[in-house]
């Protein structure tokens, strides 16, 4: 999975239940003007495939790598089928579910509510987590158009999180140097989603 990589478009029937493993992939929206913004992300704490779960045929949106890495894919059927048979997959599966609808609720409140400092903070743990390490390719670029940010601003809050000693960012690499200083700066909803997706 390379960053940039479009895994569904919005006409794109789902074939497959993708289940990353240390990438992450983001839901978009996109708006006249060549705007867009990330509705939800996933990485290996879910799976692409809500739709499949619950029995819908429509295409999920567009989907694309926002963190390069590698993730297993499962024919739709395949998973269908295994979520009939087992009762520990499908209660896992539909666990997940439920965790992502908290993630979009915090999300859009949170885009309302908090600070760009906030929320890139907010989704640079979330980031750490879900790719399982400290370190990680992101761009400002693609901050900015994730959170619907200046890309002006994402840099000032980079600057100061680096600052800080929060943060290590060289063209694109960026590192989590210390996670709780990260932590401190970030919005209440970090903690929730991560106690949904937990729990």
């Known amino acids: ?3 940039g990589d479009v895994v569904v478009d919005d006409s794109t029937p789902l074939t497959h239940a993708i289940f990353p493993l240390d990438c992450i992939i983001s839901f978009i929206a996109e708006f006249p003007g060549h ?3 990330e509705k939800a992300s996933v990485g290996a704490e879910g799976y692409l495939g809500f739709s499949l779960a619950m029995n819908g045929k429509a295409p999920p949106g ?4 926002q963190v390069p890495g ?5 024919a739709a059927d395949d998973f269908r089928l295994a979520l009939r048979q087992d009762h520990s997959v499908r209660s896992t599966m539909l666990h997940y579910a439920n965790s992502l609808i908290v993630q979009l609720m915090d999300t859009a409140a949170c885009n309302s509510l908090h600070t760009a400092e ?3 903070s907010r989704w ?3 980031a750490r987590d879900r790719v399982g390490r400290n ?3 992101v761009t400002q670029e693609a901050l900015s158009q994730l959170l619907a940010l200046r890309r002006a601003t994402v840099n000032v809050v980079c600057s100061d999180l680096m600052n800080t000693g929060a943060i290590a960012y060289n ?4 590192t989590v140097t210390d996670p709780n200083a990260l932590h401190a700066r970030s919005c209440p909803c970090y903690d929730r989603i991560r106690q949904a997706t937990e729990c």
């Open 62 to 65: 567009k989907v694309v790598v």
């Open 35 to 37: 705007r867009s913004v």
């Open 124 to 126: 640079l743990l979330q």
């Open 171 to 174: 063209r694109g690499h960026l």
């Open 135 to 137: 370190e990680f390719h």
């Open 70 to 74: 590698n993730a297993l894919w499962l």
């Open 118 to 120: 906030q929320r890139v």
């Open 1 to 3: 999975m390379q960053n």
